[in-house]
């Protein structure tokens, strides 16, 4: 049994810090299990009173002479502190914690959290909260209503977490208005214990959960933990849809970043790449988040792209068909015997091809053959039905005939019925029977867009990873080096070396301290050669005019020397000079920006872009957090906006994209290795043409110890 | 008196058509403007019938012994025509045909609906539809409910202007259901006669009415004439705010165009365009078309961009600033004297800086005292609100008091009041009082975001228009002589005379036909030159190698000129080949494209964009229709994704911005003067530094003649 059954479906309660005061916390609680209907039995503790709503008090826990499954804990914290103890002496499974006062006021109370969430550990009894509203599960066999709410959804097929108790309220109040059930709904508050992820965990395993909602305002787990777990449960065996809806600002911390990937990679990126790594559905408002949970609880999904639209109204047929196509799908090309089917059907001023327009004056019979007919062509992987009120209409047989059809349907339907008042009795019989059905065309178009999604992150390709070998030993040494040093940013020298040890291929490089040298270093790289500066101090060397190109001759490369070193130290006197690098030319190519983030929470954020203005001005890039292998690399690279230039445009060769990728493995495994990397940008990666790899032009690292 | 007051708020109305039989449209749009309470007389005619519903009938309109401001007509088209013509005897000032049958289903019924327009215009009456659902006017000195909907809505500022009838039937619901009020309501059908403009002329005079929401299919005027009237009602005196759903699909057609523009041209961008310059919100669902309307029917538009939010809850108010950011807000920062007052109402606990929690326990006392304080901030442009339902909260009180404050207030005050029920008390006092409240943050923050939008629209920048001269004359000649010799494209030689016409600056440049003539002409140009093949089989000149840059030398030039045309002619056997193009090289500049695209009903689009791959695969244009000034073509420069560009990044020098400008205005006037443009590439237009102009570096100009 999963420990977290003791929250979900306890057999007894007791609610430590219930009280007599309507109002109050503890009251309300109380009298929101026991009017709920609690299927076991519940137990008042509070030393002060004799009964409570007419049921016998406890001064404690302790005292109550049966066995206890959950406590639901409603005290400040230091009495909260004894009550977990005390429960822990009870052998109590689970407590949830509703009061605040805790982490979210720092100080004591965040002490106080830590220490209960440390007893709790140590005796392995699951907690949530603190600073939750609580928890519900309408299923008949338990009727459990332990919340601030003395709202009971009906009973469904989707859960909900949520990390704000206030907004749980609202969405209760939201959901009864919809008509629109749950499986288990809970609040987590401040997650000392329980959090998104161990809940994701239990829904997934639960028989009574075909969809979990989740309101997140942080994750507070590592980005590759998460994602790795939850991809499975997406779309591994018996997935379970999830949806997400996450507020992230993105201003904060981004202007102190020193490198490109730094100041792109604010959070609202990060969360956008967990989820889709993920496979979770992220929607912005709260309204969608309902819209896409019916559309997947009805547990149906596209084939494929195409749908059929059928209407009673121009107008409306309009606005799904437009967001249809904005929501990634088409309108499927009819075959011959479906039209040939809908004239039996249909009156000659009807619209026999898609979207169907079945015109004003239908009633039940035509939407009820037209719907069969266009279902049942092949060519069709769903259909949207969508209702106006008009004199003839008749809404209720309208969705008998839906249901009936949509009872043995492989394909999904979504429904709008426009209007609120007119056509409510239609639409309660489509809710009840697991039809979705939207008020606006839009919604139901962009429902069935999200359906379509789904079908495309469950069947996604996946090729085999590439096999990559690294040089680790050598690598280390580099890193070490450069620790030891006490150095906090690596440049192009030693960068280039640690990337050569993880098959990127690098220049030929090396740096001159003297004029003499520099010309000896071009003599044997050989010219053409590119000099530039290399001081810790002088990190945008073209703004110093240190940077040198197309140097042929040996007197040219004295020149340079000299001419750097006279630039650099009027740019900056105060500049440590550490000489001039001569380079070997790159061979040309499309040039890209690869850089890594370390964020402390989430773990090192894997960026990829085309270089040059278009990182700066068009910011099309994209960030995976680990895992990252091929896959992940491969829909990374097609997923900028610019791909078309790697992949060829006007007539021009492709890109070497395979080399590309095994970069992008290769560079996670590096930051994987030296979890040390905070920041990283090569820019430019020169990808050359297919089949001729990459090079690495340029390269900065910044290292910072990880916190704690 | 306006012609349209004798539909929107008639003394007399004939219902030609009336029926006895319950469920018919004759019978039901009768009975729903008598039992809607009409303050003025209703007279059914029905050859046929005694009486209807007890009202005495008329075997015809002319047999109404009274004068009739108003005829509704429920007849199929023939008799509709016959009742139109018997209605311009009597005298009738209005006529609202409901029924279907007409241009939309083409044939006889396209021909009637031509026939009953003109006699219509040639009587000087206005006509609404035909195939609409009616009119509606819920003032109590009106209480008019001509239509199929027996949904009288209560009355209100905002007025409705819906071509789909069907859609009218499901807003009435929907906004029944908000507690939302109309001002005037409609249905215009096919627009045989009244359309979008008419209405927006009436609504923009009428005294009861604040805001216009419309809900369009497409718009059958001109967009020249469109946006000059329109952007004058948004944004001159006595501002009346326009929000706008529109559905359009962006895919047909593109396909065929010949150029970059046509190609980008779809009619979502062209709609786009037409809102914008019109100071029209587009939205793209119901939903938001209800929260923009209740917002800016307050009738309170922030100054500026800074807000504050008040919230008891964390969560919602995360979601609220993260809301607020994305919809071009930012959150205020609050004075010491602000943030000191505070500490006198909230406890410790409560967070004082923006957004403002006054934690989960506040009544009302704490919201009325937050808000009074921070609406007083001077850094403080606008407030948003968020109560969700906790033990303590008050909702009916608490809006009470923010509607005490607001009647005061100067700045706006929006509101969330989350869930449905258990504050709905409150919310209905905050609708009756016009203080703007949703469900949901999310849209709270957004409507606040257009509010703030409404005021950038009002007070943007307006420049004196440049001072351009064309040679208007030398243009005709060129133009004609194009259409003299049959040709329905204008390669780059004429094309730049055009556009020199037009104050551009264009590349010397002529055509040789010899290999002596390429000699000379590159001799009395100066090297190096650019040479390229002219024929209007080869369009796509670098495909077929025959175009050649670099050239220094008379050897040079004549080798060139012998292997341009033996490469087209291997590309191409069957082109002709009308020489070789020597020209003078461009001195370089950022590489932008100008285009022009002409839609038959609409008028010609400008296009703007960076040029090059900037175009193919990142599509970051810009389109204008006319009227199209100086400011116009600023905010265009100034709108692309890419402008960062223009104005120098990196420490670039800026691109002469005023030059582009003339051109963009230049090119307009251009297209004007010479409809007969169809499709116009300028690609690229080098832009060089501030001050030294722009060159013309590539044109092709597709002639068609216009339609009708």
Chains 1, 2 share one sequence.
């Not at 209907?37 to 519940?42: A, V």
């Not at 790795?228 to 018996?238: D, I, L």
């Not at 008998?400 to 949509?406: K, S």
């Amino acid at each position: 049994m999963d420990k977290l059954d003791a929250i979900f479906a306890p057999e007894s309660i007791a609610v430590i810090g219930a009280s007599t005061q309507k109002g109050k916390v503890g009251h309300d609680i109380f009298a929101n299990i026991l009017f709920g209907g609690f299927k076991g039995t519940i137990y008042p503790v509070n030393p002060k009173a004799k009964s409570i709503i007419g049921v016998k008090c406890y001064t404690s826990v302790t005292n109550i002479p049966d066995p206890i499954d959950l406590a639901m804990v409603i005290l400040p914290p230091k009495l909260a502190l004894n009550a977990v103890k005390e429960c822990i002496a009870k052998g109590v499974k689970g407590v949830v914690i509703v009061s605040a006062g805790f982490k979210e006021v720092r100080g004591e109370g965040a002490e106080i959290e830590e220490q209960i969430k440390a007893v709790c550990r140590a005796a392995n009894i699951r907690l949530v909260g603190p600073n939750c509203l609580g928890v519900i599960n309408p299923s008949p066999d338990v009727s459990l209503n332990a919340s601030f709410s003395s709202r009971m959804p009906t009973a469904g097929n989707v859960s909900f977490i949520s990390q704000s108790g206030a907004l749980c309220t609202a969405v209760l109040d939201f959901a009864a208005d919809k008509g629109f059930g749950f499986s288990k709904f809970i609040s987590i508050g401040n997650k000392a214990d329980v959090d998104e992820l161990d809940l994701l965990r239990y829904y997934h395993k639960d028989p009574n959960t075909d969809v979990v909602m989740i309101y997140m305002e942080e994750l507070s787990r590592g980005a590759e933990e998460f994602i790795s777990e939850v991809r499975e449960m997406t779309s591994g065996v018996n997935p379970t849809p999830v949806i997400a809806i996450k507020s992230g600002t993105s201003v904060a911390g981004a202007a102190a970043a020193a490198s490109h990937t730094g100041a792109l990679a604010g959070s609202d990126a990060i969360y956008d790449s967990i989820f889709f790594q993920s496979g979770i559905v992220r929607c912005h408002t709260v309204n969608e988040l309902f819209d896409y949970a019916q559309a997947l609880a009805a547990k149906k999904i596209p084939n494929g792209d195409k749908i059929a639209i059928v209407t009673n109204a121009g107008g409306p047929g309009i606005i799904a068909t437009d967001m249809s196509e904005n929501s990634g799908l088409s309108l499927a090309r009819f075959s011959d015997e479906t039209i040939s089917e809908l004239h039996k059907y249909l009156p000659p001023t009807a619209n026999f091809h898609n979207p169907v327009d079945v015109i004003g004056d239908a009633a039940r019979d035509r939407y009820e053959n037209t719907l069969a007919t266009v279902l049942s062509d092949p060519g069709v992987d769903g259909v949207l039905i969508i209702l106006t009120p008009q004199s003839m209409t008749d809404a209720m047989g309208t969705a008998e005939a839906i249901v009936n059809i949509a009872r043995n349907a492989i394909k999904p339907i979504v429904c709008s019925f426009m209007g609120v008042v007119d056509v409510s009795d239609g639409v309660k019989l489509l809710q009840r029977n697991h039809v979705p059905v939207y008020q606006f065309p839009e919604s139901a178009a962009r429902a069935m867009g999200v359906l379509y999604r789904s079908k495309q992150w469950l069947s996604r390709k996946i090729l085999p990873e590439y096999a990559v070998v690294h040089d680790v030993e050598r690598a280390g040494r580099i890193v070490q080096d450069c620790m030891d040093r006490g150095q906090t940013t690596m440049g192009e020298l030693d960068g280039s070396e640690l990337l050569a040890c993880y098959g990127f291929k690098t220049l030929d490089m090396a740096l001159a301290k003297t004029r003499a040298e520099a010309i000896q270093i071009a003599g044997r790289i050989g010219y053409p050669v590119v000099m530039k500066i290399v001081s810790e101090q002088i990190l945008h060397k073209s703004d110093a005019k240190a940077v040198m190109v197309g140097i042929v001759t040996p007197d040219e490369a004295g020149e340079a020397f000299d001419k750097i070193m006279a630039n650099a130290e009027a740019y900056n006197s105060m500049a440590k000079l550490d000489g001039v690098l001569v380079q070997e030319s790159a061979k040309k190519g499309r040039e890209v920006i690869l850089g890594v983030s370390r964020d402390d929470v989430f773990g090192h954020a894997v960026m990829f872009g085309l270089g040059g203005i278009f990182v700066e001005v068009y910011k099309d890039v994209v960030f995976r957090m680990a895992p990252m292998g091929r896959n992940v690399a491969r829909r990374m690279v097609k997923g900028i906006k610019g791909y078309p230039l790697l992949a060829g445009v006007r007539g021009e060769a492709p890109a070497d994209i395979e080399a590309l990728e095994k970069n992008l493995v290769s560079l996670r495994a590096m930051v994987t290795d030296y979890p040390v990397i905070k920041e990283l940008d090569i820019n430019p990666l020169f990808v050359h043409e297919a089949g001729e790899g990459t090079t690495v032009a340029d390269v900065i690292i910044k290292f910072e110890p990880l916190k704690k």
